[in-house]
């Protein structure tokens, strides 16, 4: 299977296999040490079983829901590679066969691709949420015991969720190139888009789920009654807690792990086209051993973040997160250098570029990190003025929100920016190379540099879920000792508050991370489209793409001008329907909580019904999930058959710079005003100078962080995997489209049946909330 390849190179790919297998199995240690630790007392178990129940439940639902799309585009993928011919790497690959035959193969390779690819995806979703539910009530627990076992259990659980993304991630990308070897890129792209599309749908669906729980408890219990958060009175409340864990577990862990699998398609796909240039093998097989490495490195990091005597506060606790990140960070860059210098030194340029490229993701990585943590964290300038403007009210605390969100989202694109040139600078002064040659270099640098930034997605991963777990487990406390005042409880609930404060920072940093590196995966997307389609052109006797001669994407073209505008307002289009859905939905869960309330919940007359909002919550996300999907899916397909090959890109352009805008834009406002709310919920409650919970401050700070939910949490992150479903979609139908290039009748059939498609997705996605009729 491994034909072509050193004694070194096979071996090598087999450790990569190995590696995968063993951050699993790391993973199942921790999963081991976690489920031992004491799980509290009965009241807590009590509030946990519920929040576990409403997570089951609502995953075994959104499971039945995808099915049927699942199915309609495993065969869709499986029948697309027999509408043009196999390239040459498949005919080579499977040298001997007929060409019917490596359709066959491909095809079927494809789909078994695409449906591994959804498998592994809801797997590193549906198992990290099950143990970030295992793992909150035992958090609690630990709250009375000491800060430091708190924050061990919860990131220590947290990184069972990274090491699952990790390990399947690169167990599913080594199995593939072992089986398909140069012809691997046909058959990765089905197992990005499942991947891709799996995430799309547990990003969308769990933030419309977490939001509208969140916000409507919010309205009510605490504008409307006066209450606390996580009041056990309010009838939401479950159902916010079961939203943390299917929005920010489940839908960031598939995100991520798509990320981790579309930057490995690109890097191949690119590589492959270097490979062909200069028939180094190199080129592709060190991506792969580059993820091995990081895997490793994650393991040793995350194990290296541990509660100590000295950590007692939030900040600290941020160090120590960080510190285990850096420690990463470190032994990877070292492995990089040793492992380019002893097996890139014979490839043109030398071994010290493709070092240097994937050491600039780590860095930005590290920035991104930064940059999220100052822009949303509680002790960052841009939070404690959010903080300020509550003295004035909701408007201006909306108004400062705002204008944090606008220049985080400037910052972050000039990182980006920043580290795409210096792929410029690093691949494009090789000698010999001709103007098309060095732009694939350049493309494959900056490849290269989502690969260098995700090395670390054990760390991202388990940061991000360390935030939910933290929350879930301050809530069960709140919940479960809601009537006691003792000072072991006191410092209990003041400990978890602490690790709620920093998961609120690290959910924030994850999602930055999430989002930068969803715009160099679609970039190194958008550099692989292209390579397709020279093959393509190639092929059939085109005139071929040079993207520095006159022949290519120019944005003087009006269709080409065109088709970026329209990808332009794409990410708009969907995140108003995100923002529709969750208001909608909110609105359910308003009524709902009203409804109760004037039962006589308050006062103790009845008990709260928590399953009927989790079952609204339900529902609710279940109805946006095929519309929202197919608006990614159609949307390029349209645009290519009807604009053509060259306004696509010209989308995709679009679509990368708009989204990459606005998803920074509205993660970190959010962000801000959340950790904005919460510093006024620390301070000491005097209603008379206007401090602490229930003040007019906290009122206000409470609308922003409400504005703020379905930014930060729904529409925001939901725009990620969107923009790589565009993506991948472009890639996939691109040598479709260029050899079906003129309009023909059928043609004409598939665009109006997709038109239809589309028209129905924005009807369902612009409906109005049903009436509610209270009683």
Known sequence: MLVGLSFFEQIAIWSVLGIALLGLAYALFLRRQILVEDKGDARMLEVWNAIREGADAYLRKQLFSILPLIGVLTFALFFSVFIVPPSEDAMARFAGQGESTVRLIIGIGRALAFIMGALFSLLVGQLGMRMAVQGNVRVAAASKRSFGEALRIAYRTGTITGMLTDGLGLFGGTIIFIVFGIAAPDALLGFGFGGTLLALFMRVGGGIFTKAADVGADLVGKLEAGIPED????????????????????????????????????ALILGLALYHMTHRLEWIIYPLLVRGIGVICSIIGTYAVKGTAKIGKSGNAMRAIFRGFLTSAVISIALFGGLALFYMSKIPGGWWRPFAATTLGVLLAITIDRLTEYFTGTEGKPVQEIRKSTNTGPATTILSGLSVGLESSVWSILVIAATIFGSILIFGTIPGSSGAERVTYILYGVAMTGIGMLTL??????????????????????MAWHDKKDDATTKARKIMADLDAVGNTTKAITKGVAIGSAVIAAVSLFGAYMVDVSKVQAAMGMPLWDQLNSVGIRVSVPQVFVGMLIGGAIPWLFSSFCIKAVSRAASLIVEEVRRQFRLGVLDGKIKPDYKQAVAISTTAAQKEL???????????????????????GGFLAGIILSGQLLAVFMANAGGAWDNAKKTIEDEERDIGKNRGKGSERHKAGVVGDTVGDPLKDTAGPALNPMIKVVNLVSVIIAPIIVQYNKLGFGTWVVISLLSASLVWAVWQSKRSAPEVVSV
């Open 231 to 266: 009041d056990p009175r309010n009838p939401a409340v479950i159902a916010d807690l079961v939203g943390d864990n299917v929005g920010d577990c489940a839908g960031m862990a598939a995100d991520i792990f798509e990320s981790y699998e579309v930057t490995i398609v690109s």
């Open 457 to 478: 997605t054990g760390n991202n991963v388990a940061m991000d879920s360390f935030g939910p777990i933290s929350d879930n487990a301050n809530g069960i406390g709140e």
């Open 626 to 648: 095929v519309s929202l999907a197919l608006i990614g899916v159609i949307s390029p397909i349209l645009v290519g058959l009807v604009l053509q090959v060259e306004a696509l």
